[in-house]
């Protein structure tokens, strides 16, 4: 079975510090790589995929991800953080398994950003 | 402009009562998923739908139950069966491709029992 491990539930990083988010995964199969935002009370939006080729991609808002297959981690990295970064982080593994494109998600990382 | 809309945003309701929430969407997607969401435990799928007339049970299925009429259409019932139905419920819908796709999601709803 898939799953999802974000072991950080909270984090705290001032403005203009870097910030790495830890995912780690277990799949099968290639895994389908991706890192959702969520600011309260709405939807999630996505960020970043990974689904094959160049193992570090770039997303929106400035954040990137690094695929590591010997660490089964996905870890989300951002070199400047700023005030409304502040949101809840999902990372989420899925596939075309023979459930179509499931997802599984982490239980998240909140993000808190100093001023 | 093309997206998923989820109505109502708020939604009370009395014990024992059965509410339908509302998805559509106009991305022209096969598949549309509903999740349920709690503080500190993520997402948990609860159907999916990859086809018109066709869906599968996720996670948690038990209490919910669901209908794909039409392919822009995903409505979820709440049932009185539902033990502890109060949450943020997730629509999301995603293309069918071979190598996977990402999921889009709607705005959610938010549902209390009174």
């Known amino acids: 079975a898939q799953s999802v491990t974000q072991p950080d539930i909270h984090i705290t990083v001032s403005e203009g510090a870097s910030l790495e988010l830890r995912c780690n995964y277990s799949?099968?199969?290639?895994?389908?790589l991706f890192w959702y935002v969520q600011s309260p009370g709405q939807g999630l939006q996505l960020l970043l995929k990974y689904f094959s080729g160049d193992t570090l991609v770039q997303g929106i808002k400035g954040f990137e991800a690094e695929f590591k297959r010997s660490q089964s981690s996905f870890n989300l990295r951002k070199p400047s953080v700023h005030w409304s970064d502040a949101a809840e982080y999902f990372c989420?593994?899925?596939?075309?398994?023979?459930?179509?494109?499931?997802?599984?998600f982490g239980t998240g990382t909140q993000l808190k950003v100093e001023l | 402009d093309g997206g998923i809309t989820q109505s109502p945003k708020y939604l009370f309701r009395k014990e024992g009562q059965n509410v339908t929430l509302s998805c559509e969407q106009n991305?022209?997607?096969?598949?549309m998923y509903w999740y349920r969401q709690d503080p500190g435990q993520g997402l948990r799928l609860i159907y999916y739908?990859?086809?018109?007339?066709?869906?599968q049970k996720g996670d948690i299925a038990e209490g919910y139950s669901v209908s794909r009429e039409k392919k822009e259409s995903f409505p979820l019932t709440v049932t009185s069966a539902q033990k502890n139905p109060t949450a943020f419920y997730l629509c999301?819908?995603?293309?069918?491709?071979?190598?996977?796709?990402?999921?889009?999601f709607g705005p959610g709803t938010r549902l209390t029992v009174l």
């Open positions: 991305l022209n997607h096969d598949a």
């Open positions: 799949y099968g199969a290639t895994p389908y």
């Open positions: 989420a593994v899925g596939g075309l398994t023979g459930g179509g494109n499931k997802l599984t």
């Open positions: 739908s990859q086809i018109v007339n066709d869906f």
């Open positions: 999301a819908s995603s293309p069918l491709l071979a190598g996977g796709g990402e999921q889009f």
